[in-house]
């Protein structure tokens, strides 16, 4: 069986917590828990791993902390936003989006090509070589919800 991989890639780790901090001050547990709830529960940001980013992102001074009182009338480190932390949250997200249309483009490569090649088979208009009916996929545009339509010529795929 193979091995799970971890959930979060390398590096993306503090601007994961940049973004959790954009709007409101939070403690290091409620920024945790906005990571979970923004990635709608497929990211876990451990303690473990949390709290050393926090410290290094403050040290760095994109993050200020500041003693406050939590929900549960805790006291609690609480974590916001410097205007340094702001510019380096959106540096993150545009390096993030370069690389990540780079890795797409690269697994992209296979599936456009077996596209091409299902187009030309779509306006093909030659009689199948058997005689049987034969049935042909156009995939107009993978990242549609309606993408694959069966049967139809180009034209007619639209």
């Given amino acids: 069986m193979a091995k799970e991989k971890p959930d979060l890639v390398y590096g993306t780790l503090d601007m994961l917590i940049l973004k959790a901090l954009q709007h409101n001050p939070r403690h290091g547990l409620a920024i945790a828990d906005r990571i979970q709830q923004m990635s709608q529960d497929i990211l876990r940001v451990e303690q473990g791993s949390l709290y ?6 403050e040290a760095q001074g994109w993050i200020k902390a500041e003693w406050g009182v939590s929900d549960n009338n805790r ?3 609480y974590y916001k936003l410097t205007a340094a932390g702001r510019k380096q949250l959106a540096a993150e997200q545009k390096h993030w989006e370069r690389i990540t ?9 296979g599936f456009s090509r077996k596209r091409t090649f299902i187009r ?4 093909d208009r030659r009689p199948p070589r058997s005689g049987r009916a034969s049935l042909i996929f156009y995939v107009s545009n993978p990242s549609s919800s ?3 339509r069966v049967g139809l010529i180009p034209e007619r795929a639209t």
């Fill in 146 to 148: 309606d993408d694959l």
């Fill in 120 to 123: 030309k088979m779509a306006t």
């Fill in 75 to 77: 006291k609690a480190r």
């Fill in 52 to 57: 050393p980013a926090l410290y290094r992102l």
């Fill in 101 to 109: 249309d780079g890795i797409n483009l690269v697994l992209s490569v």
